[in-house]
Each structure stands twice: as C-alpha cells, then as structure tokens.
C-alpha cells in the first residue's frame, strides 16, 4: 500500500526530541518550523509552527498505529473515531512552501506590501488608533518611520514596530 501522511502529537514541549527519534528509526517525518528573532538572546530561535504536532509519511498496514504510539515523547496520532486522519500530500506541500518563505525573511517584518506615503492605521502599542503615511523602514531593524497625524493637522515622524502597522483599506 501507498504511504500516507498523518499528524503525530507529540508530549509536551517534546517536538525536538519525537523529531530526533523519528529521524534515528529512519522514518520520513516533517517537522514545520519557524525561524524567530527572540527579545531575549538566549532564547530559541527555532520554534514549532504546530506545537504539539509533526506530520509522518507511514504505511500503517505495514507499521501499525502502535509504532508511533510507544515511541518516546510520541502519544498518538491524531484519529477520529478511533481511525487515523490522513493528511493529504497538498496540504503538506503547501505548508512546506509558506514555511519557506516566512523563514526567508527570518523574522523580519514584512514591510515590502508598503511603498512611501502609502496610508497605514496604527493597530497596536501607544499610538494604536492614529493614522499615518508610511515614510520608511529604519536600516537593519525591525521599526518604521511613520509620519502621524495626532493633534493637529501637522504630521510628527514617529517610529514604531513594524508589526504595529497595517495598510489603510481603500473606501
């Protein structure tokens, strides 16, 4: 029979180590992950995109459910009514294809979708509520500059995070 791909939960913040032991019995898994940009240093700068979950590629007439049942850090496959949920080929693909590219920008702020003087609306932090003209992201880091409009007509540069920013929809 043909291999299919099911989701595999994983013990708590055990994603690593069922990864590690999927990989040394030569099983072919895929474990999404996000690369991130960690306020502290010595945080991760890895994480799961599904905490909890890897996706396994198995015949299971062949293997048996309980293969992945009693591996260490492993606790089930994901099933309804007591049978395994295949998860198609195309919906693997294409988390493997977005995964590629969020990790290209390795944790940098998606600021392309924003040209100069396009008008954004602050969604979070101090200013949330204002709006503002996109003027530029500041060189080799994760803020913007963001000309708002606060008390009177006049615009002050203001910089703030990047993800704080979203393009004003067009009425």
């Known amino acids: 029979m043909v291999p299919h791909w099911y989701a595999l939960r994983s013990k708590p913040h055990k994603e690593f180590l ?4 999927l990989l040394a019995r030569e099983v072919e898994c ?3 992950r996000l690369k991130v940009n960690p306020v ?6 890895v994480r799961p995109y599904f905490p909890g979950y890897l996706f396994v590629s198995a015949d299971l007439e062949e ?3 309980n293969t992945f049942k009693w591996m260490p850090y492993a606790q089930h496959l994901v099933c309804f009514d007591g049978i395994p949920a295949i998860v198609p080929t195309p919906v693997i693909q294409h988390i493997k294809s ?3 590219k969020i990790n290209a920008q390795a944790g940098q702020p998606n600021t392309a ?3 100069p ?5 602050v969604a979070g932090g101090p200013f949330r509520g204002y709006q503002g003209i996109f003027d ?4 080799g880091s994760e803020r913007v500059k963001v000309l708002l409009k606060l008390i009177s007509e006049r615009q002050m540069p203001v910089e703030i995070d990047a993800d704080q920013i979203i393009k004003k929809k067009d009425h």
């Open 18 to 21: 069922l990864y590690e032991q």
């Open 30 to 32: 895929f474990f999404p």
């Open 40 to 45: 502290n240093p010595r945080s991760k700068k």
């Open 63 to 65: 293997t048996g459910s």
């Open 98 to 100: 977005m995964l590629e």
């Open 113 to 115: 979708q924003f040209s």
């Open 117 to 121: 003087g396009d008008e954004v609306l």
């Open 136 to 139: 530029t992201q500041i060189s």
